[in-house]
């Protein structure tokens, strides 16, 4: 299984940036996909998650009404839309893949497989 993250980089506050996460070697629409974010010296922090069928989706308070993911299973990708960043939006973003749909998906230790994460940087 590998999950490939891009799509980071830096931008100013208020900026947009677009990641996706490229899946192979598992059912794709068998696993919720999920965003996480980590800081140095920081746990890895829950940003938004998307069930199969892209009908219901969470996100951190931290995060809503300005990211945005989605998904598309004939591609096996999912993205997260970012919008009116914030430097405090600063972190390394990994996206990862939940096996069991009745988890808590804002727990990382409920997600089988991670990404190797992509570097997103917020300008003040």
């Known amino acids: 299984v590998q999950l490939q993250a891009f799509g980071g980089g830096l931008v100013q506050a208020g900026g947009s940036l677009r990641l996706s996460c490229a899946a192979s070697?598992?059912?794709?629409?068998?696993?919720?996909m999920g965003w996480f974010r980590q800081v140095p010296g920081k746990e890895r922090e829950f940003v938004a998650a998307i069930r199969w069928n892209s009908e219901t989706t969470y996100y951190a308070d931290s995060v809503k009404g300005r990211f945005t993911i989605s998904r598309d299973n004939a591609k096996n990708t999912v993205s997260l839309q970012m919008n009116s960043l914030k430097p405090e939006d600063t972190a390394v973003y990994y996206c990862?893949?939940?096996?069991?749909?009745?988890?808590?998906?804002?727990?990382?230790?409920?997600?089988?497989?991670w990404g190797q994460g992509t570097q997103v940087t917020v300008s003040s």
């Open positions: 070697g598992l059912s794709f629409n068998s696993y919720v």
């Open positions: 990862a893949a939940a096996a069991n749909r009745f988890a808590d998906l804002r727990r990382p230790y409920n997600y089988d497989f």
